[in-house]
């Protein structure tokens, strides 16, 4: 998963605002790849096994399924150094303000300025350190189970007493972004201040959406009592939902497993049963729906945002027209894309419409078993070690330090994350492992990002976030080496079918249905400005999406209306979806130059990784020679999709 505002020390800017949704990273997870599962950094997958998959697999339980160790962070959450850390940050945070407040333009204009200004940065920089242990830790706990009542309130209560602390900071970037750009700019020729500069000046964009201070205090302040609060209703209730199947009351995540079960009857029961809850919680899930667009409305709106996604757009660091660009390449390429593949399956089914629940089925000829958890790790491993020993060298350490949690828990997050917490500790991947072959691609994507989380915080806890237009670049790029690399060792004409068949439905999930949910989004927060939205209307506009989306061959049946009301980004992080569209076109022309490169390559893209958030994306991508904003860049990612479904039509 992405780096998320995890539950840190302030949101104090309008790009920090702009993440008012986006949860502790448990909730940037990425089930919303399919809508099959919930989940940033992972959703229900489609990946098909090869080679390695079609023997027969280990069964589950002959392994035990690695859980975190969060020690690591903290002991326990009734540990000594918890309630030690969050007085040290109430003091840390108090001393700050006394120290510096009111002082930043007049000390900087003088003489050693600069130096001077480099000092209040660096222990800011400490600051937020010391809240990302607390705040990753709290969410980390929370996610592994929600429903506790125990780690509920301590979650609640870390979050209460982080934002207290940092309405203490809330004047430093405020008061920074007032310092005249000349003076600031004299001040970062020093050394010690000019290390900072990527920050500094990544900040300054955030300054014409800045507002006074006493009404970023009030922001901040009600955040708890706002979206906060109807965040963690969102996930205490769809944690809390049971779904009857089979005479079984099941949680959320093995009911949207089983819309990948290899029986038709059980897919459509599990889809039959998850409407049916969904339907009888609807009043509950359109409220949050709407009581969050419209407190996004108003701070757009105090802030002079214009459209409804420009402050995602400043949180990516990314122009509104490249975004623009990408949809429209991306809505004009459905029906080459998914309207041609789901007839592709409808066929191989002996169908000409498969009903929405067969969306995701596995393929008829696809090998069956489960894939145990040491095969998974020596799948993904061996991939990461032939493009790279560095790469593999980094996420080995997730299975050997115990930096995973996988196996599916009742009340424990759905779908799959990467954590980054904070540099001076190390990510965290949650994962809810059911040894189906894209749980596998799942397990490759997560590494990614775990292994870029891990290269960028070097640069300390300002500079390690990467915006979300490269955040999945290393996570799709794991999962495609690994898909390769399977493909390669696949003799099998059939297997070879069905692991390029999966593929292309993964890439589906990542681009086609991710820019339809940023469609959906767009619509619901425009109408969202002219009153609420019933539940029925919602579900009007979900199905629009999916039928323009989807097309002809996918069978939109009663109750496929509701499944809007899971998919936690769009409570959590609105419009943080098409950074997936963006991130996996990236990655097919990334990978275009990859096969084509002379030695060094693997070098350039860990030195990418590398840089976390101290360059734009468009300088990072400037030395494989690629620019976004070429309007055929879109074109020639989709084009990779379009490749592949041209090579299952000539297989029939």
């Given amino acids: 998963m992405p780096k998320t505002a995890t539950s840190r020390v302030a949101k104090k800017s309008p790009k920090q605002s702009a993440k008012q949704s986006a949860k502790p990273s448990a909730k940037a997870a990425k089930a919303v790849k399919t809508g099959a599962k919930p989940s940033a950094k992972a959703a229900v997958r489609k990946a098909v096994p090869g080679k390695a998959v079609a023997k027969k697999a280990t069964p589950l339980k002959a392994a035990k399924l690695p859980e975190w160790n969060l020690a690591d962070l903290y002991p326990a959450i009734d540990a000594p150094g918890v309630a030690a850390d969050l007085d040290k940050l109430d003091a840390d945070c108090a001393s700050f303000e006394a120290d510096y407040k009111g ?36 969410g980390l706990v929370h996610a592994g189970d929600s429903v506790d009542p125990v780690k509920s309130k301590f979650y609640g209560d870390v979050s209460e007493r982080l934002t207290a602390a940092s309405i203490h900071l809330l004047f430093f970037t405020l008061e920074l972004n007032r310092v005249d750009d000349a003076v600031l700019e004299q001040a970062m020729e020093t050394p010690e201040l000019g290390h900072y500069r990527p920050w500094i000046e990544d900040l300054r964009k955030d300054k014409p959406y800045q507002l006074e201070d006493r009404v970023e205090q009030l922001f901040h302040e009600k955040s708890q009592t706002g979206y906060g609060a109807f965040n963690r209703l969102f996930d205490q209730t769809i944690s809390a939902l049971r779904f009857k199947v089979g005479g079984k009351e099941l949680a959320i995540e093995p009911t949207l497993n089983m819309l990948q079960d290899r029986a038709p009857a059980t897919r459509k029961v599990a889809a ?49 027209e490249v975004v623009d660009a990408l949809v429209a390449s991306v809505r004009g390429a459905y029906p080459k894309l998914s309207h041609r593949y789901y007839k592709l399956k409808a066929g191989w089914f002996g169908k000409k419409k498969l009903p929405y629940w067969d969306r995701n089925a596995p393929l008829p000829f696809a090998a069956t078993g489960t894939i145990g958890w040491p095969e998974a790790r020596n799948m993904v491993l061996t991939a990461y070690n032939a493009f790279s020993p560095e790469m593999a060298r980094i996420a080995e350490r997730f299975f050997t330090d115990r930096w995973i949690d996988a196996p599916v828990r009742p009340g424990k997050a759905p779908g799959a994350f990467s954590h980054p917490t904070t540099p001076s500790a190390h990510p965290y991947v949650l994962m809810n492992y059911q040894g189906k072959p894209r749980d596998v691609m799942t397990l490759a994507h997560e590494l990614g990002h775990g292994v870029h989380q891990v290269l960028a915080a070097g640069n300390g806890a300002l500079m390690a976030p990467t915006p979300l237009t490269l955040a ?24 070879r079918q069905a692991l390029l068949a999966g593929k292309v439905e993964d890439m589906i999930n990542t681009v086609v249905r991710q820019i339809a949910f940023y469609s959906f989004e767009r619509a619901i927060h425009t109408e969202r400005r002219s009153g609420e939205l019933t539940a029925q209307r919602i579900g009007e506009i979900w199905l629009s999406v999916q039928h323009e989306s989807l097309g002809p061959a996918i069978e939109i049946k009663p109750g496929y209306e509701s499944f809007w009301m899971y998919i ?85």
């Avoid at 001077?116 to 600051?127: C, D, M, N, Q």
């Fill in 272 to 320: 039959e049963a998850l409407a049916k809850t969904f339907k009888a919680n609807e009043r509950t899930f359109a409220l949050i729906t709407n009581t969050l667009a419209k407190d996004k409305e108003i701070s757009d709106r105090w802030r002079g945002f214009e459209d409804v996604a420009d402050s995602r757009h400043l949180n990516n660091r990314v122009e509104r």
């Fill in 568 to 652: 936690p980004h769009f409570i959590h992080s609105p419009f943080y979806v098409y950074a997936y569209a963006f991130g996996d076109c990236l990655v097919n022309s990334l990978y275009a130059v990859y096969e084509h490169a002379q030695e060094g390559f693997a070098e350039r893209y860990l030195a990418m990784l590398s840089a976390g958030g101290t360059k734009h994306y468009s300088e990072l991508l400037a030395p494989f020679g690629l620019d976004a904003k070429d309007p055929s860049f879109w074109d020639g990612g989709l084009s990779v999709i379009a490749g592949m479904i041209d090579e299952l039509e000539a297989m029939g």
């Fill in 103 to 138: 002082k930043l333009a007049e000390e900087t204009a003088k003489d050693g300025g600069g130096a001077w200004l480099a000092g209040a940065v660096k222990r800011y920089e400490a600051i937020e350190d010391l809240a990302g242990r607390l705040g990753s830790y709290a």
């Fill in 472 to 495: 999945e670049t290393a996570s799709v790029f794991g999962e495609m080496l690994t898909f390769r690399r399977l493909l390669g060792e696949t003799k099998n004409a059939k297997q």
